[in-house]
């Protein structure tokens, strides 16, 4: 099994996650309808962020601007060998986070918890806590 294809299969297995065949070639990962990201077999990752984050992402050098459509929220990111596995799975949990914080019983602690995992900055949580329910 591939380095790509264990990447594949993590992401696969979060909570509310399919995979699909992606219209340009690889994997399509959903939460629901929304996609949160696609890898490409050649290991481009193509990922979609609401602009602030993409932004934040780019100036911090984790990832570029898609080659395609540079200046939308989209970015790219390229496994070149094994080592780079783990950011690109940051890179798509950080995209999956949008919409897990949505549907968590407990958005804050749930987004407390990915902080420690994901070693998130207060820039990023600050961005993330907007998409969770205020109600709760």
Known sequence: MSYLDRLEGEIASWTDVSVHAHRFGGKEFRF????????????TVDIPFPRAVRDLLINEGQAVGHRWVPDSGWTTFKIRDEADIAHAKDLMRLSYLRYAVKTSSDPHHFLTQERK?????????SLLETFAPRNV
């Open 32 to 43: 629901g309808k929304a996609e949160i990201g696609h890898l490409h077999r050649d290991g």
């Open 117 to 125: 995992t994901l070693h998130l900055g207060s820039r990023y949580i």
